[in-house]
C-alpha cells in the first residue's frame, strides 16, 4: 500500500464505548497529524506528532487520547464521546513537523449515539 | 483572529468551461498556499501550491493566482470535466509556522 492509510472507514458507538481509530502512512514521513471535520466547518487540527513526540495539542477534550508508537503509526483513542464528536476525522503526514505539504488519509467516519 | 475563506460556497459549471474558484485570506504573513480537493468519501487531495514569491503557478489542467496586495487566492480548472466535481478549499501558512490553516471550502459541480 502507498500513501496514507486509516481504519475503519466507518465507526459507529455509543457515548460509553471505547474505540480507537488507526492510522499508517507509508512515506517515510516524520510528522503525523489528527484532524477534525466537521460539516460546513473548515478542518480543526486535533494533535500533531513529530519523531513520535507530541508538539501541538490543540485544546482537544480529554476524552480524545492520541497514541503514536512510531513515525508511521497514529492511533486516536477514543472514549466517553458525545454525539457532537460525530464527524470524519482525517489522518496526515508530513516529511517533517514544519514542512509545508501535508498528505491525507480517507478519513474515518465516526457517528457517535 | 486568521482566517482563510472561500467567496462562494458552491459553484456550478457546464463540462468543458473553465472553473475559477476563489479564496481569500487575512494574514498577511502567510508565504505558502495550498489548494486541496476533496471527492465525497475521501480524504483532502493535494492539487497544487504557490509560494509568495511568485504571482502563477500552472500544474496539469490547474492554475493557482496569487495576489498579495489583496490576499487573494485563486484556482483555474481548464476544460472542468465530471471528475473534477469535489469540495475545493484552500490553506495557507507561515513557512516559519508549523500550522495550516484551512478555509471552509467550495463545492464544485460539473454538469454533462
Known amino acids: 500500500e502507498t500513501g496514507v492509510t486509516q481504519t475503519p472507514r466507518h465507526l459507529v458507538m455509543g457515548m460509553t464505548n471505547k474505540k480507537s481509530l488507526k492510522c499508517e502512512q507509508h512515506?517515510?514521513?516524520?510528522?503525523m497529524y489528527w484532524y477534525k471535520q466537521s460539516a460546513k466547518k473548515p478542518l480543526e487540527l486535533m494533535f500533531v506528532y513529530s519523531l513520535e513526540e507530541r508538539v501541538e495539542n490543540n485544546s482537544v477534550p480529554s476524552r480524545f487520547s492520541p497514541e503514536c508508537p512510531n513515525s508511521s503509526h497514529l492511533f486516536l483513542h477514543l472514549h466517553t464521546l458525545q454525539p457532537e464528536d460525530s464527524a470524519l476525522y482525517l489522518c496526515a503526514s508530513s516529511q517533517d513537523w514544519l514542512t509545508d505539504t501535508q498528505y491525507f488519509g480517507p478519513g474515518t467516519r465516526l457517528t457517535v449515539l | 483572529g486568521e482566517s482563510v475563506g472561500l467567496h462562494l460556497p458552491t459553484l456550478s459549471v457546464q463540462e468543458g468551461d473553465n472553473s475559477i474558484i476563489n479564496c481569500a485570506y487575512s494574514?498577511?504573513?502567510?508565504?505558502?498556499f495550498i489548494w486541496y480537493k476533496q471527492e465525497s468519501g475521501k480524504g483532502p487531495q493535494f492539487i497544487i501550491d504557490i509560494r509568495s514569491n511568485m504571482d502563477k503557478r500552472q500544474g496539469q489542467r490547474v492554475t493557482v493566482l496569487l495576489n498579495k496586495t489583496v490576499k487573494h487566492l485563486s484556482l483555474q480548472i481548464a476544460a472542468t470535466q465530471p471528475g473534477d466535481s469535489a469540495v475545493y478549499f484552500c490553506a495557507e501558512k507561515e513557512t516559519s509556522g508549523s500550522r495550516l490553516t484551512f478555509g471552509e471550502g467550495t463545492q464544485l459541480t460539473v454538469n454533462p
Open positions: 494574514n498577511s504573513a502567510s508565504d505558502y
Open positions: 512515506l517515510g514521513h516524520n510528522a
